[in-house]
């Protein structure tokens, strides 16, 4: 059974561009989540899609980072315009079972390392 | 936000057991102690989860105190391999969807 999987691993970009990052979780896992870990912090939560709607996007860190996950499948996390300080690694997680949900586990994926320049 | 304590930085012999403490004193009745590594450059790797009782998997045990104040996640014979930072995350009764990881412990394995 294939992971988590995120595209790209790795983007740079500069100061004032879009950056749209891509997750695809395990098969079957109706919930997704995206955290960030940015230079020298510890790993933030950023949001938590059920199937296609957004449960909690209480982490979501300003109106320039807008996530989708359209047919609730795979997900998109897109930043527009691009900040210095939105450099950093972005995980996405999924997890299976929304009637255990207090105690489902979350499947993390590699990462995508965005710098901005 | 953290509810749990861990020490910043841990040496272990390649092959002994490692015995990875974490403090979690205002845990509440129901919430679960989880585990997670991070490898460097990988994303975090779930280990294990507890809520009263010892819990053993494939990859570590999870021994919780009896007022759950605290727990240690055990690596039976550590290899090299297990280098990484070890996140002890209580996951809360409410906001249960989103885990607060903290500093973490960094494991090193000695050969």
């Known amino acids: 059974e294939a992971g988590v999987t995120q595209f790209p691993s790795h983007s740079v970009i500069e100061k004032g561009q879009t950056v749209t990052l891509r997750c695809d979780p395990i098969s079957g896992h109706d919930n997704l989540y995206w955290y960030r870990r940015v230079m020298g912090k510890e790993i933030k939560f950023l949001l938590h899609?059920?199937?296609?709607?957004?449960?909690?996007e209480s982490g979501m860190p300003n109106n320039r980072f807008l996530a989708e996950r359209t047919g609730g499948t795979y997900s998109t996390l897109k930043v527009q315009p691009a900040e210095l300080e939105d450099s950093g690694v972005y995980f996405c997680?999924?997890?299976?079972?929304?009637?255990?949900?207090?105690?489902?586990?979350?499947?993390f994926g590699p990462g995508t390392r965005l710098t901005v320049l | 936000d953290a509810k749990t304590t861990q020490p910043p930085s841990m040496d272990c012999a390649e092959g002994r057991a490692a015995n990875l403490p974490c403090n979690h004193s205002?845990?509440?009745?129901?919430?679960?102690v989880y585990w997670y590594r991070q490898i460097h450059s990988q994303g975090p790797q779930y280990i294990i989860h507890?809520?009263?009782n010892n819990e053993t998997n494939e990859m570590a045990s999870l021994i919780i105190t009896e007022d759950r104040k605290s727990s240690t996640l055990i690596l039976p014979h550590a290899t090299l391999r297990d280098t990484a930072v070890y996140y002890c995350?209580?996951?809360?009764?409410?906001?249960?969807?989103?885990?607060?990881f903290g500093s973490g412990t960094k494991l090193n394995v000695k050969p």
């Open positions: 997680a999924s997890s299976q079972d929304l009637e255990a949900i207090a105690t489902d586990t979350q499947y």
């Open positions: 995350i209580v996951r809360r009764k409410y906001n249960f969807n989103k885990f607060y």
């Open positions: 507890g809520l009263k």
């Open positions: 899609f059920v199937k296609e709607s957004k449960q909690d």
């Open positions: 205002t845990i509440s009745g129901n919430e679960y």
